[in-house]
């Protein structure tokens, strides 16, 4: 994504997410849809708007590797028309030096189908 100026405004490389991912957000636990992930957070689809700067707990399993367990911050939910759900935005707080080694590695693991699609 680039800002106004047209400078990217990600720090780092994102890759499709295609998983299920545990969310607890206000005492409710959700099963929700990963849309993409980087080292420093991630988009998911989730049913319902999150609240901008709210708090979450996610709990996802990064293919071929381990589960993480993170604390995330919500930057932004979007409803788009015709889509099935709420496209949420979400930054890495508490992500452990583990979670972002094997996030990075499955990053480096794009596939070149993955590559032409950017």
């Known amino acids: 994504m ?25 005492g409710g636990y959700h099963i929700v849809n990963g849309i993409e992930i980087g080292e420093g957070g991630m988009l998911i689809m989730s049913p319902q708007a999150l609240t901008s700067s709210s708090h979450i707990v996610l709990n996802f399993f990064v293919p071929e590797r381990s589960f993480v367990t993170v604390t995330g911050e919500v930057l932004y939910s979007n409803a788009k028309p015709g889509a099935d759900g709420v496209s949420v935005g979400v930054r890495f707080i508490n992500l452990p030096f583990e979670g972002k080694r094997m996030i990075r590695d499955y990053i480096a693991e794009k596939t070149s189908a993955e590559e032409e699609a950017v």
């Not at 106004?4 to 206000?26: A, E």
């Open 2 to 26: 680039t800002n106004s100026d047209g400078l990217q405004r990600r720090k780092f490389p994102r890759r499709q997410f295609r998983q299920s991912i545990g969310l607890l957000v206000k």
